[in-house]
């Protein structure tokens, strides 16, 4: 009680302090002109899982609430950011190589359930398996299961990793086999788990080299369409449901046109989609019908940020039948704003991961959004969890980004549509790179959920326009250097302002009031 009184008076302070001296920003959404439907936002378990998911139950159950949990504090701020998905890494079996591996870090081997003898042992991946069911018992329904290097059992250097990064490490000769061991693997997580994996992806970023440092394969745009037939074919005898998905490009600009330095593993939308071509796959069954790709390098500059996704609408339009999937991103780039390198529990982090989460949805058009590592041992803008790199125990950190993308993930709920949202500086780049970013979505049960983001130290008026019942409750969640996904306290919806922090990320619901 004593909370929600603290915060009934600092928003009180908000809404009476000042209020004629704060910009103003007229805002209209209009809940009845859709874009595209939203699936779930998600994040991995690569690679930390397989050690915090054999930590003491007490840590990993907490880390699963922060990162699945829909259930909310006595106050009403949600006790976690409610994902909609989960991504499985199906591992490659280097852990068991050691350092013959030739990957150096231990935490980023992976066990792989295949064994030598052609026999599996289900057994392997423990900790993964904990946090696959964990999320699944927090209500998560949907699951991909990717896949960076096919067995080693299999590869041509019966390594996880390439020799030359000139071709992919499996021979077409092999190509059968992982199929069988894609579906062996599937059928035995629907079979003996209850967790049916929604996708597989079985080529991750095959644009890289991958020639160490984790586990991975090189595809050129010709092996990863005859390796998809073949998967297409087995599925289709064994009756696999998963849906294969595809490109999961390194980078967005891969989908969209031809790259100089690997034409052979570009322009992949065209490659895989124009029925005159070649390597075209349209025609598979158990093909899902989109494309897959990872914001890496193309956040910066803002004008950069801005074009690629604009290409990518472009390319959506062309081919109608497609949607985009977000499927990846941490902060890898260096540039004048950010660097990847160094943890950073605060705002920053937060604030410029916001902007791409929005630039992804509103001129991507991206059906999905997905980040990296949910649970990060290093030092790096790479978590959302940050833990000690301990294998048995250790001690575990949330992160304001965390919380953040908790602003989009904990509302807007599988099934929604991107509605629209007008206002002056609407995605132009200057506002992008500073100013205040809005988005608004329609849930199944008709909520609606606006999305707010603050980049400016000035606190910022909205006056919203939208049609809604006269008995709408709006409710407020949010994070800023001083809340953590926080409720607010309710209000009526009339025709007001409504003040919105800075630096911040501020949800606005509104529901019918009971």
């Given at each position: 009680m004593k909370n929600l009184i603290k915060l009934y008076f600092i928003w009180c302070a908000f809404n009476w302090a000042g209020a004629q001296q704060n910009p103003t920003i007229e805002v209209q959404i209009n809940k009845n002109t859709h874009f595209q439907t939203i699936h779930n936002f998600a994040a991995s378990d690569a690679w930390a899982a397989q050690f915090t998911g054999v930590w003491p139950n007490e840590k990993?159950?907490?880390?699963?609430?922060?990162?699945?949990?829909?259930?909310?504090?006595?106050?009403?701020?949600p006790r976690g950011i409610g994902l909609s998905a989960w991504r499985f890494n199906i591992g490659a079996g280097s852990t068991a190589q050691g350092e013959e591996s030739g990957i150096k870090d231990p935490w980023r081997r992976a066990e792989g359930f295949l064994l030598d003898n052609g026999n599996y042992d289900w057994q392997k991946q423990a900790g993964q398996r904990w946090f696959l069911q964990a999320a699944k018992a927090n209500g998560v329904n949907q699951f991909i299961a990717f896949v960076n290097s096919p067995p080693i059992?299999?590869?041509?250097?019966?390594?996880?990793?390439?020799?030359?990064?000139?071709?992919?490490?499996?021979?077409?000769?092999?190509?059968?086999?992982?199929?069988?061991?894609?579906?062996?693997?599937?059928?035995?997580?629907?079979?003996?788990?209850a967790i049916d994996f929604d996708y597989i992806s079985p080529f991750n970023e095959p644009q890289w080299e991958w020639?160490?440092?984790?586990?991975?394969?090189?595809?050129?745009?010709?092996?990863?369409?005859?390796?998809?037939?073949?998967?297409?074919?087995?599925?289709?005898?064994?009756?696999?449901?998963?849906?294969?998905?595809?490109?999961?490009?390194?980078?967005?600009d891969y989908l969209t046109g031809e790259k100089e330095k690997h034409p052979n593993r570009s322009n992949q939308i065209a490659s895989f989609f124009?029925?005159?071509?070649?390597?075209?796959?349209?025609?598979?069954?158990?093909?899902?019908?989109?494309?897959?790709?990872?914001?890496?390098?193309?956040?910066?500059?803002?004008?950069?940020?801005?074009?690629?996704r604009e290409r990518i609408t472009e390319k959506l339009v062309e081919y109608p039948s497609l949607e985009y999937w977000m499927s990846e991103y941490c902060i890898l780039?260096?540039?004048?704003?950010?660097?990847?390198?160094?943890?950073?529990?605060?705002?920053?982090t937060a604030l410029y991961v916001a902007r791409l989460i929005h630039a992804d949805l509103t001129i991507a058009n991206a059906s999905a959004w997905h980040w990296w590592l949910a649970m990060s041992p290093y030092d790096f803008k790479d978590g959302l969890i940050y833990i000690d790199k301990e294998t048995?125990?250790?001690?575990?950190?949330?992160?304001k980004l965390l919380w953040a993308l908790g602003n989009y993930s904990r509302f807007i709920r599988p099934g929604a549509k991107r509605v629209s949202v007008i206002y002056d500086a609407y995605n132009t780049e200057k506002n992008l790179k500073d100013g205040v970013l809005l988005s608004a979505y329609k849930n199944t049960d008709d909520s609606l959920v606006l999305v707010v983001v603050n980049q400016s130290d000035a606190v910022t008026d909205i006056k919203l326009n939208v049609a809604l019942p006269p008995n709408t409750k709006m409710e407020r969640y949010v994070t800023s250097e001083s809340y953590n996904l926080s409720k607010m306290?309710?209000?009526?919806?009339?025709?007001?302002?409504?003040?919105?922090?800075?630096?911040?990320?501020?949800t606005f619901v509104f529901n019918k009031a009971d």
């Open positions: 990993k159950q907490q880390m699963a609430e922060w990162l699945f949990s829909l259930d909310s504090n006595t106050d009403g701020s059992q299999l590869t041509r250097n019966n390594k996880a990793h390439s020799d030359d990064g000139l071709a992919a490490n499996l021979s077409q000769e092999k190509y059968v086999d992982y199929a069988n061991f894609l579906a062996r693997v599937l059928r035995h997580f629907k079979d003996s788990l020639k160490g440092g984790q586990e991975g394969s090189p595809w050129n745009n010709d092996e990863l369409a005859n390796a998809t037939r073949v998967i297409d074919s087995v599925f289709n005898q064994y009756k696999i449901d998963s849906k294969i998905e595809i490109t999961e490009a390194g980078q967005i124009a029925p005159e071509n070649p390597n075209y796959l349209g025609n598979l069954k158990s093909l899902a019908p989109k494309i897959a790709a990872h914001s890496y390098f193309t956040t910066w500059d803002i004008s950069k940020l801005k074009k690629e780039e260096n540039n004048e704003e950010i660097k990847g390198k160094g943890r950073d529990f605060g705002m920053p048995n125990d250790g001690d575990f950190y949330g992160s306290p309710n209000v009526q919806f009339g025709k007001g302002k409504f003040q919105i922090m800075g630096k911040s990320l501020t």
